[in-house]
């Protein structure tokens, strides 16, 4: 089992930056797929990022692409992700998934675990 905290969410002008984390517990994180997503009212969840155990082969959505980093630190079993010049479609609630798969997952059936999601607003 895996426990995932997600933190660092907030209220952010357009253009503006925020951290999230995502800390682990439970299993080695090292062995662990990761990803972000994110799920705005009335839509559906949708992936932001994700990156394979080591931090490999990672995936980025064409909306975030060259604004958000996804990084992971495994002593610390957290990973994070730096949201940059951030943009009012952005807003939404975040949530970390980790999966027990060595391979870069985009979609949201295929992970184990779900974090309890943090609110991102950007104000325009």
């Known amino acids: 089992q895996v426990q995932l905290v997600e933190s660092g969410g907030g209220l952010v002008q357009a253009g503006g930056s925020l951290r999230l984390s995502c800390a682990a517990s439970?299993?080695?994180?090292?062995?662990?797929?990761m990803g972000w997503f994110r799920q705005a009212p009335g839509k559906e969840r949708e992936v932001v990022t994700a990156?394979?155990?080591?931090?490999?082969?990672?995936y980025y959505s064409d909306s975030v692409k060259g604004r958000f980093t996804i990084s992971r630190d495994n002593a610390k079993s957290t990973v994070y992700l730096q949201m940059n010049n951030l943009k009012a479609e952005d807003t939404a609630v975040y949530y970390c998934?980790?999966?027990?798969?060595?391979?870069?997952?985009?979609?949201?059936?295929?992970?184990?675990?779900w974090g309890q999601g943090t609110q991102v607003t950007v104000s325009s």
């Open positions: 439970g299993r080695t994180f090292s062995s662990l797929a």
């Open positions: 990156s394979r155990w080591g931090g490999r082969s990672i």
């Open positions: 998934a980790a999966a027990r798969a060595d391979r870069t997952i985009v979609v949201t059936t295929a992970y184990d675990y």
